[in-house]
């Protein structure tokens, strides 16, 4: 394919203001379409200088707002403003947006080639438990809206293209799943898993589990603490790690101040790798998960996962063959991880066949190749 110049428009990114799996999604994207010889444009948040970081070109802007929506929208104009600076003679051939915050922008700019994509809904996100909520409702409206005018759509599952089409009356025809990737080696560390676990106070053969992500309801935290009480009554000597920051970590201390549960909040890269070597088990107790990024993480590590039967979870998770399936509640949690800490030579080779099945679908370069076919596919 010819070189193209691509422009990006995400609220966050690796090398800023970075929230969740969103930033790691995005840039990536955009790193390996530099990668494959196109121009590419990252507009995002920041307060920093403008930089080029593995060929791609960064420009920062300083929202403002009085919520969440306002903010968005400040940035979002922000955004449009610094575009405009580098939409010269050279124009840009494709502008692709990720989730509801640059959606305003997207309407500033919806006479070029314009691609939404969605990550997450905010539905998904909350369910029923915010839907009388005016931000709720704001945001909401904001992803009909990008889905409306974008000219073309992507899904990082196909879960989640149904829903994005259920919701929001996207044409099947409009919408192509794009799914995430990884990059293997970031994730995989030759480490003592005894003296990681020792560091924590946990004794070098004792079952270590580890939930990573943020402490909110959609993410399901509160149900691996339930189920945590049933395990230890089958394994007294399990441990658990939880790292994350969210609205739910003080009710979860709360409920978990009688389980050998250690809250460590926020982790830096670095630690997370450790600790995901050291695990024994990842698990994933998601309510709703799009994509999840972390599924993939586990897997180039060659850890075990025990799963939500959900969303992108079900969708690329083989039951048996790489991973742990189980419902959305804390009995069938903890059935799964006690099935793997009885099994520890099962739980290593469904952790090794997740790996080869990162290696067979999860790559970068032949996900953004793909990406680059919706680019054609996108006509103003």
């Not at 939409?87 to 919806?110: E, G, I, K, N, Y």
Request: aromatic share 12%; net charge negative.
């Amino acid at each position: 394919m010819e070189s193209l110049k691509i422009a990006f428009f995400c609220w966050e990114s690796m090398y800023a203001e970075r929230v969740g799996g969103l930033a790691s999604a995005a840039t990536h994207l955009a790193e390996t379409l530099a990668n494959q010889d196109h121009e590419v444009h990252f507009f995002t948040r920041g307060n920093i200088p403008d930089q080029t970081i593995k060929d791609v070109h960064y420009h920062y802007c300083q929202p403002s707002g009085n919520n969440i929506v306002e903010y968005c929208d400040s940035m979002s104009i922000s955004m449009v403003d610094q575009f405009r600076r580098f939409d010269t003679s050279h124009r840009f051939d494709f502008l692709h947006f990720h989730d509801w915050h640059p959606v305003q922008a997207l309407h500033h700019l919806q006479d070029r080639n314009t691609i939404l994509s969605f990550h997450s809904t905010e539905y998904g996100r909350f369910g029923n438990q915010f839907g009388d909520w005016w931000e709720f409702k704001e945001i909401s409206g904001k992803e009909w809206y990008g889905g409306l005018i974008a000219k073309r759509v992507t899904a990082v599952s196909a879960t989640l293209k149904k829903e994005v089409m259920q919701l929001y009356n996207v044409p099947d025809e409009k919408c192509d799943v794009v799914p995430n990737g990884v990059v293997p080696r970031e994730f995989r560390a030759a480490i003592n898993p005894g003296e990681v676990k020792k560091s924590y106070g946990i004794h070098p053969y004792a079952p270590l589990i580890l939930f990573i992500g943020r402490l909110v309801y959609q993410k399901g935290p509160d149900l691996l603490i339930e189920a945590i009480r049933k395990v230890c009554q089958h394994r007294w000597d399990a441990q658990v790690v939880v790292a994350g920051e969210g609205g739910m970590r003080q009710f979860l201390e709360e409920r978990a101040k009688d389980l050998p549960v250690n809250f460590v909040g926020y982790i830096p890269d670095s630690e997370y790798i450790r600790l995901l070597n050291a695990a024994d088990i990842v698990v994933i107790p998601s309510r709703n998960e799009p994509f999840g990024l972390v599924l993939l993480e586990a897997w180039s590590a060659e850890k075990c996962v025990v799963a939500s039967n959900v969303g992108g979870l079900s969708e690329n998770i083989d039951a048996f063959e790489n991973g742990v399936k189980v419902d959305v509640d804390p009995e069938s949690l903890a059935w799964g991880i006690n099935m793997m800490i009885d099994e520890p030579e099962t739980a290593g080779a469904l952790g090794k066949r997740g790996r080869i099945k990162v290696d067979r679908l999860f790559l970068w370069d032949p996900i953004v190749r793909g990406l680059t076919d919706t680019y054609t596919r996108t006509v103003a």
